[in-house]
């Protein structure tokens, strides 16, 4: 097991140093340096000198990535050129609303699609059954903006049932609360068709295994074997795949937080896009796809330590 | 059937749009600015006062173009690279999952983000977006497959009979992994058409006055305290082409991958 997380921890250590990499590339090989794109075709040359020093961009390429990497190293992740501050202190600034909205995001989709998908397999192609795959597939089909968009549309503007726009008032819990509750169904709806479905396909099969049969043999109550010993095994693969989830919404988020208006990394990086602000746009996407890569080996180590076959699996391949 | 039905409809009305659109949607009438729908303008009109039922059927021709050209293209690189993974020596197989998996570490809408916020935004930047993003999901599966053909009694005895590369690939491969890629491929029109759409509502994809969901949603949410209609007229197309190509997606599966759909029925 220590040589699979060994071997994970490494290749996403090297994916992470290709990506930021790409992405530092990406942004020294467009036409047009980025100090001209900033300041506009209006710039004097000697304003954008001063400018491109400031970014460090005088440099050659590869002493620019080499000093990238030892302030990436020691935390730095450079300095917003129009405000004067650390990227990594805006960012890390943004990043608990994010991660507060994904994490309600996967909590509430985990408490709707368990229970739907249990009752699925419970009751299979029943009407329910049918409606909650039917009801899956289009939770998980349709984007998430547009979802936002309808809910903001009519439980924000036309019946004012919940705030349209922002995080709530800083202290204040339930405002917060409140707050949250339109882009996290927004962000969340998706899933829970997708874990739905995976607990659904996962308690088929805990149900026709050896244990459940036993169970039913000695007489215990079908409540009984379905709470405390299929669903306990069923529902595996679906705390196995929250770390893609929270992954994958870091980056869904962005929908939600823009027409939410909501603080959180998204909302900063559009920002940052829209004045092409790119030592923002680079740590934003930089702490994201950390994030993303780092959810990804957690979820990989958490299903080899649970499934030994993939774990064997890896080494072969 | 419903996800076949929804398709056909769809690429009808993006075919023959310039023929259906009752007005020239990019014709401004600043009188009827934000209508309800009504006899004249089916769906209402926008902030200009242009008619957002020729928009949405004009948009819905962008959507399908993207989603076309970005699946076509993605595909058939990912074929390629999928296959040299998956066929050629283990220390190239490598060095191409890792590149694959270094695209796909980056969440998806912040790297398109990102190359928009370097390139400006542009219909062609959007699609070379998705292309990007894609070309791993289809040389993933390309491989693996791959991989499980390679050592197939019947290649091997084509190897045997001393079949070119080429050949093998062409003539054996390709046919039995067609129909997990054109599965995968209708199952991706959904995400490519929200992909777009996610862009051009944030800004970044088509450029006005050229109409595409995402910018009559975009129009819709800059307007939304004064008219619902551009918001519900063109959210409506995008839940309807997602669930059609997604339903439609599940039934070529089944039709096409009877091990699947044995799988599906007791799972």
């Known amino acids: 097991m220590l040589s699979f997380i060994t071997r994970r921890s490494l290749l996403s250590l090297l994916i992470l140093f290709l990506a930021v990499s790409l992405l530092f590339a990406m942004i020294h090989m467009m036409p047009g340096d980025p100090a001209s794109v900033l300041l506009g075709p209006r710039a004097s040359p000697e304003l954008k000198a001063e400018l491109s020093q400031r970014m460090g961009l005088d440099q050659p390429i590869l002493v620019q990535l080499g000093r990238f990497y030892a302030d990436l190293a020691r935390g730095d992740l450079g300095v917003d050129v129009f405000s004067d501050r650390q990227v990594a202190d805006i960012v890390f600034e943004q990043l608990p609303y994010t991660l507060a909205l994904v994490l309600v995001s996967i909590g509430g989709a985990m408490l709707l699609g368990i229970p739907l998908g249990c009752f699925s397999a419970i009751k299979r192609n029943s009407l329910l059954d049918r409606v909650t795959a039917v009801m899956s597939v289009a939770f998980i089909a349709i984007p998430s903006f547009v979802v936002a968009l309808y809910l903001l549309l009519w439980l924000a503007v036309n019946w004012r049932w919940f705030p349209a726009i922002g995080a709530g008032a800083d202290g204040d819990f339930v405002d917060q609360a409140r707050h949250l509750v339109l882009p996290a169904i927004a962000l969340g709806l998706g899933w829970v068709g997708y874990i739905a479905r995976l607990v659904r396909a996962s308690m088929l099969e805990v149900m026709e295994e050896n244990h459940i049969r036993t169970a039913r043999a000695f007489g215990l109550s079908e409540r009984t074997i379905i709470v405390h010993y299929a669903l306990r095994i069923a529902i595996l693969p679906t705390v196995t795949i929250l770390g893609l989830g929270i992954g994958s919404m870091l980056s869904g988020a962005l929908f939600a937080e823009i027409v939410f208006s909501r603080p959180g990394i998204g909302k900063l990086l559009h920002e940052a896009v829209m004045t092409r602000n790119y030592p923002v746009v680079m740590g934003s996407v930089l702490v994201t796809t950390a994030f993303f890569v780092l959810s990804t080996l957690v979820s990989d180590i958490v299903n080899a330590a649970l499934d030994p076959r993939l774990r064997e699996s890896e080494r072969s391949s | ?267």
């Open chain 2, 1 to 267: 059937m419903a996800g076949l039905v929804i398709v056909v409809l769809v690429l009808l009305a993006s075919i023959f749009a310039a023929q259906l659109a009752p007005h020239d949607p990019l014709e401004v009438d600043v009188y009827n600015r934000l209508q309800g729908p009504s006899w004249q303008h089916w769906l209402g009109t926008d902030q200009l006062g242009r008619d957002v039922f020729s928009r949405v059927l004009l948009g819905g021709r962008i959507a399908l173009k993207v989603a076309l050209v970005a699946i076509s293209v993605s595909m058939a690189i990912g074929l390629l690279l999928g296959m040299m993974a998956g066929f050629g020596p283990a220390w190239l197989d490598r060095i191409l999952v890792v590149c694959f998996d270094t695209v796909r570490s980056f969440p998806t809408i912040m790297f398109a983000l990102a190359i928009v916020a370097l390139t400006g935004p542009s219909l062609n930047t959007v699609i070379g977006v998705i292309i990007i993003t894609s070309i791993p999901v289809y040389a993933r599966i390309v491989r693996t497959q791959t991989q499980a053909l390679r050592d197939q009694d019947f290649i091997l005895a084509e190897r045997a009979m001393g079949a070119s590369t080429a050949r093998i690939l062409g003539n054996h491969i390709l046919p039995n992994i067609a129909a997990p890629l054109l599965i995968l491929a209708s199952m991706d029109v959904p995400t490519v058409v929200a992909m777009e759409a996610g862009l051009s509502f944030l800004g970044l994809g088509v450029s006005p006055p050229t109409p595409s969901w995402g910018s009559i949603l975009n129009d819709g949410y800059s307007y939304i305290r004064n008219s619902p209609w551009p918001i519900i007229a063109g959210g409506i197309p995008l839940i309807l082409v997602t669930l059609g190509f997604t339903f439609f997606g599940e039934s070529m599966r089944d039709i096409l991958d009877p091990k699947l759909r044995r799988k599906g029925g007791s799972s």
